[in-house]
Nanobody, 124 residues
Framework: HVQLVESGGGSVQAGGSLGLSCAAS????????MAWFRQAPGKEREKVAS??????NTYFFGSARGRFTISQDGAKNTLQMSSLKAEDTAMYYC????????????????????WGRGTQVTVS
């Protein structure tokens, strides 16, 4: 049984930093693509970052490039966010899928099998 539990969300001032964690269980980590998505009210879910746990290549999307990092330490995945902006305000979700069959970099949300419940980030 796969379980993903996010933590670390909260309120932060613009320009600040915040780290989100995703505690994962039930996965064979060497065969997994882990990702973070976010969804703001009235907007579509968008991919923020992903990491292929087979080769540890990382990928960043949109405005996350240059400001966010993603890492994996054992069963914990971390999204470190810096230089936060008001437009980063969203619910952030951790997701996982097999790294096979579709590149980790280009996997859309619909290809991810496992999701956490999300953690809210508010930047003001």
């Amino acid at each position: 049984h796969v379980q993903l539990v996010e933590s670390g969300g909260g309120s932060v001032q613009a320009g600040g930093s915040l780290g989100l964690s995703c505690a994962a269980s039930g996965l064979s980590f060497g065969d997994v693509c882990m990702a973070w998505f976010r969804q703001a009210p009235g907007k579509e879910r968008e991919k923020v970052a992903s990491i292929d746990l087979g080769d540890y290549n990382t990928y960043f999307f949109g405005s996350a490039r240059g400001r966010f990092t993603i890492s994996q330490d054992g069963a914990k995945n971390t999204l470190q966010m810096s230089s936060l902006k008001a437009e980063d305000t969203a619910m952030y979700y951790c997701a996982a899928r097999s790294r096979y069959g579709w590149p980790c970099e280009s996997s859309p949300a619909s290809n991810f099998d496992h999701w956490g419940r999300g953690t809210q980030v508010t930047v003001s």
